[in-house]
């Protein structure tokens, strides 16, 4: 058990100085699904998790919501501290976008800045969004739609609408093509 911690927190470790990363999955041998309901690797699957989510330099708190997501995957709940202890008191749910929504396959860019959510719905009605904190907010610089526009009027072609943040901080449609 406490080489599977150690694999874990190693793991946390090194993603912060990478330049590209996810929040880790748990490793394969942990299931934190049980049919006797023991409370084996219990501690895995309720392990705090500290990585520095919003660039600013401080770790966030991240609290596992496992199989919380979508596809079944695991969410994340992500908490700001306000100081550089941990108390219970000083910790604060970050409920807004782009922190409400980091899931399994949520990827931060820290040498751009930058938050890619991903938004399954299926082979053509997914999408993804690029955040990046502008002006004291967290903003969609980019976005990239896969629908089908005009499903109801007959219409079964699918389509990949890219949209990119303007001057004004409107996003404007910038590539539309046509997949099948």
Not at 81 to 96: C, L, R, T
Not at 108 to 130: H, M, N, P, V
Request: charged content about 30%; some cysteine; glycine content about 6%.
């Amino acid at each position: 058990m406490k080489k599977l911690l150690l694999l874990l927190l190693l793991s946390v470790s090194t993603l912060a100085f990478s330049k590209e990363f996810s929040i880790p999955e748990l490793p394969i041998e942990t299931s934190c699904w049980s049919k006797e309901l023991s409370n084996e690797n219990i501690e895995i699957c309720n392990q705090l998790i500290f990585l520095d989510l919003d660039f600013d330099g401080q770790n966030e708190i991240i609290k596992r919501d496992f199989r919380g997501g979508q596809r079944a995957g695991d969410r994340f709940i992500i908490y700001k501290h306000s100081g550089k202890e941990m108390p219970g008191e000083q910790v604060e749910e970050m409920d807004y976008a782009p922190f409400n929504n980091i899931d399994y396959t949520t990827t931060f860019d820290s040498s751009k800045k930058e938050i890619l959510i991903y938004f399954s719905g299926g082979a053509c009605g997914s999408e993804y969004r690029t955040y990046k904190k502008i002006s004291s907010k967290w903003t969609v610089i980019k976005r990239i739609v896969y629908n089908q526009d005009d499903w109801d009027k007959g219409d079964k072609d699918c389509y990949e609408s890219t949209y990119e943040v303007d001057d004004n901080l409107e996003l404007e449609l910038i590539n539309r093509i046509k997949l099948y």
